[in-house]
């Protein structure tokens, strides 16, 4: 079972706390080998701030003369302090155990910790630290740690707040980016998520809704073509079934009528089945295209001259208007043929006798395009947006009863538009219809 945002948000946040909590505790690690590696070395050079004060008395004075009144570490126990001038010579020695060596040379031991007394640029003199005791260096250790330690708690009750306004900014709409993914996976797809927090959470939000809308979409549309396909195949299969049920049962002759209407089903099922065949290819970008330059004028008489005969039996006026001569664009001739013959013969199919079909074909410096116009009852406006879709049926006048399958529109839209021309609708403002394709011209 998925996780539920209250825990995907628990998650995130024990997630982030982790992360600070292994930072703060890798710094305060640091820290402490800093301070073992001091402990166990005699020789790790140590910030000595009363060297610039020996600095400060030497550059005072010009010598080392009398500065046994500020070389006072009465303060510093433990510590075992000689200072030598530049010349490595014992000026004060201040080891509790020690006889007078004052004036004599000093050789430094290599776990002496020197430190460099430096005037104008000038070596003047050497801090020598020859020993620290343990207690000494524990001492300088809870010097470090004990800062170190305040800076780590303040620093972590600042990540605390941090992490709780990262929470707020980043976690939560996250979490519910993440349980939204989950519910649509889970096939919930009119889940949605509200457009909170910085502008990249912000864009993920309204990509996934985009995404989820865009499923159920395709989703409802996968639904409804399969009723549709079935309500389609339904009616022919019905009437060859009843036929030839008949038939077999002696109620129809096996001649004559009934055989011939069972043939016309099957006409039409071997049609709606080459359609449904077409339109997948065409929506799947599978079908092959052989551009070559066309002319659309040329392509149109030829559709018309074909559709001559069934218009004459319906006296419907069939002619072509070329308002420019120049209509070659670069497409596939048989498949733009096929297009126009959709729109002429959609168009005869709902003209009445005595009716008008004609096409216009016209152009400019980008573009030619073509137009199918009829003087029939046309469409209502509303119903305009949806004329390309499979199977519409919001027009009862043009219903199967005319011989269409319903989807000569939607073939021929992804037909144009996989060409990379553009087709559309619109009434005409005497009556009737326009349908209208664009090519760009290469």
């Keep these: 079972m998925h996780s539920s945002t209250h825990k995907i948000r628990r998650r995130l946040f024990l997630l982030l706390l982790r992360a600070f909590a292994i930072v703060l505790t890798l710094s305060f690690l640091f820290f402490i080998l800093v301070t073992g590696y001091f402990l166990v070395s005699a020789s790790t050079p140590i910030p000595f701030p009363f060297a610039s004060k020996l600095e400060g008395y030497y550059l005072g004075h010009g010598s080392w003369e009398g500065v046994e009144v500020v070389f006072d570490l009465s303060g510093q126990?433990?510590?075992?302090?000689?200072?030598?001038?530049?010349?490595k010579r014992i000026v004060l020695d201040r080891r509790p155990d020690s006889v007078s060596t004052i004036g004599t040379s000093y050789d430094i031991h290599p776990k002496d910790v020197t430190i460099d007394l430096i005037v104008n640029d000038e070596q003047v003199g050497y801090l020598v630290i020859t020993a620290f005791s343990f207690s000494t260096r524990l001492g300088f250790a809870r010097a470090i740690l004990f800062p170190v330690g305040m800076?780590?708690?303040?620093?972590?009750?600042?990540?605390?707040?941090v992490a709780t306004l990262l929470v707020r900014r980043f976690v939560n709409p996250l979490a519910?980016?993440?349980?939204?993914?989950?519910?649509?996976?889970?096939?919930?797809?009119?889940?949605?998520?509200s457009s909170e927090g910085?502008?990249?959470?912000?864009?993920l939000a309204e990509s996934f809704n985009e995404m989820a809308t865009s499923l159920e979409r395709n989703d409802r549309e996968r639904r409804d073509m399969l009723a549709d396909i079935a309500h389609e195949l339904r009616t022919p299969l019905s009437v060859i079934r009843g036929r030839l049920e008949g038939i077999v049962d002696g109620i129809y002759p096996a001649s004559g009528l009934p055989v011939s209407t069972a043939l016309e089903q099957t006409y039409l099922l071997e049609r709606l089945v080459d359609d449904l065949r077409l339109l997948t290819l065409a929506e799947s970008r599978q079908l092959h295209f052989e551009s070559k330059p066309v002319d659309l004028g040329n392509l149109s008489q030829r559709v018309l001259d074909l559709f001559q005969a069934e218009a004459s039996e319906k006296y419907i006026s069939l002619s072509l208007e070329r308002l420019s001569e120049n209509s070659v664009v670069e497409a596939d001739a048989q498949r733009i043929e096929q297009v126009i013959a959709n729109l002429v013969g959609n168009a005869l199919r709902y003209v009445p006798e005595h009716g008008r079909v004609w096409i216009e074909i016209s152009s400019d410096e980008k573009s030619v395009k073509l137009a199918v116009n009829d003087n029939g009852v046309g469409i209502p406006a509303d119903d305009l947006p949806f004329i390309f879709d499979r199977f519409w049926r919001?027009?009862?006048?043009?219903s199967r009863i005319s011989g269409g399958t319903g989807?000569?529109?939607?073939?021929?839209?992804?037909?144009t538009e996989a060409q990379g021309g553009k087709i559309d609708a619109q009434n005409l403002s005497g009556g009737g219809l326009s349908m209208q394709i664009t090519f760009q011209k290469k």
């Design 176 to 193: 519910d980016v993440i349980f939204a993914a989950r519910a649509v996976a889970d096939g919930k797809l009119d889940t949605r998520i």
């Design 407 to 415: 989807l000569g529109l939607a073939i021929s839209k992804h037909l």
């Design 198 to 203: 910085p502008q990249d959470l912000h864009s």
């Design 77 to 87: 126990d433990g510590l075992k302090q000689i200072l030598l001038d530049e010349e």
């Design 394 to 398: 919001k027009d009862k006048s043009r």
């Design 151 to 161: 800076v780590s708690f303040v620093l972590a009750l600042f990540l605390v707040v």
